[in-house]
């Protein structure tokens, strides 16, 4: 099966197409940074007018990558949630518009069941059941996955994500949006052994994760060094470090109690923060200790792309399951909502 999948959640547009048999046959991304970077976040209308501008040309992209023409797909899979919900519709109404003339069947799928699928498009795949940590600008999630929509969630942040602590830090040092990678490049830098700052919540049992008094605690350091309201190159690096250190390591002692706690020895790291180096390399190390192992995307398919989308959808369709003609987004929509697809 041929599926075409559509991201436009956010501040992405990512069209890809996956074959059931073959692997991704072609896949293609155009990110609004540049849009949005003058603002320090995302701007909701100018993410919607842009998806506009850009998803069809990438729909041509990929289809010319693939070799193929429209009518040669089975199906097409769009984001149907959680996210921005001016830019959702963009790609559920273009997706669904395809699919119709096309007279093939669409599905919406869930934007974090596409990031929790996304190492399942590398060479060495985990096996069901594992643990699963998604991080990424809108969620950290600690969730027990027994099978495709079989989520049980077993801890999540009780405020911040922890991409979007990484973003507000990495305004407070001046970075730009998204901070995410800058944090790490700056931190790289930086020395690790200057400031410790608190890793929230782990000093009690439990799952959940808290990343807003860490982001208040960096915003004092930062404005104690301060002078003349500057902070030196110095500075920005050691604090970059010291707050990368610190939610690396609050994410490591959750999900290593995760293991423990389910019995499982396979974890999965997904979404935009799962790119990060620091986090891997700990996370590695943590895993071997439990004689467990860790998995993760290639960096392009850790934050938003349209491959995972067409991944997750082409697993759901083969499963029987479509979406019907009426085009439904939802901008909140909780993963352990989702049906499980039947097990063949
Ligand atoms: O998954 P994603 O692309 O979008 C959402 O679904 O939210 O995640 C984006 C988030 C941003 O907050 C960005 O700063 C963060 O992922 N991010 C990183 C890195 N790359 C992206 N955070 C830390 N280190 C990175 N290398
Ligand atoms: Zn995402």
């Not at 001046?174 to 890793?199: K, N």
């Not at 200790?289 to 959808?313: H, Q, V």
Request: charged share 20%.
């Amino acid at each position: 099966m041929r599926v075409l999948g559509i991201e436009t959640s956010c501040d992405e547009t990512g069209v890809a197409i996956y074959d059931s048999e073959a692997g991704l046959l072609g896949d293609a991304l155009y990110s609004q940074i540049a849009v949005h970077a003058e603002y320090g976040g995302v701007v909701p209308e100018l993410a919607s007018r842009d998806h506009v501008r850009k998803l069809l040309p990438l729909v041509k992209e990929v289809l010319q990558q693939a070799n193929m023409t429209g009518s040669e797909l089975d199906a097409v899979a769009y984001t149907a949630g959680p996210g921005l919900i001016g830019a959702l519709m963009v790609g559920a109404s273009t997706g669904r518009a395809m699919a119709l003339a096309w007279d093939i069947p669409a599905i919406g799928v869930h934007h974090m069941e596409g990031h929790l699928l996304a190492p399942m498009l590398e060479e060495h795949p985990p096996a069901f059941p594992f643990v699963a940590l998604l991080v990424s600008g809108g969620h950290t999630q600690l969730v027990q996955v027994d099978g495709i929509g079989e989520y049980t969630l077993l801890g999540e942040s009780l405020d911040d994500a922890a991409g979007e602590a990484f973003d507000k830090a990495a305004k407070m040092i001046g970075l730009h949006y998204p901070g995410g990678p800058e944090v790490a490049r700056l931190a790289e830098q930086g020395d690790h052994s200057r400031f410790r700052f608190p890793r929230p919540m782990t000093d009690r049992p439990g799952l959940d994760f808290s990343f807003s008094g860490l982001k208040t605690f960096t915003l004092n350091t930062s404005n104690d060094l301060k002078v003349d309201g500057e902070l030196s190159d110095k500075d920005r690096c050691d604090i970059a470090a010291a707050f990368e250190d610190a939610v690396v390591d609050t994410l490591a002692i959750k999900c290593r109690r995760a293991l423990q706690q389910t019995g499982f020895k396979q974890l999965i790291i997904a979404g935009g923060v799962s790119a990060n180096q620091r986090l891997r390399d700990r996370l590695e190390e943590m895993v071997k200790k439990e004689r467990a192992s860790l998995f993760y995307a290639r960096p392009r398919f850790c934050t938003d792309n349209g491959a995972m989308i067409a991944y997750a959808g082409c697993q759901r369709l083969m499963a029987g399951q479509s979406s019907d003609l009426s085009i439904q987004c939802q901008p909140r929509w909780p993963m352990d909502s989702l049906e499980p697809i039947a097990k063949g």
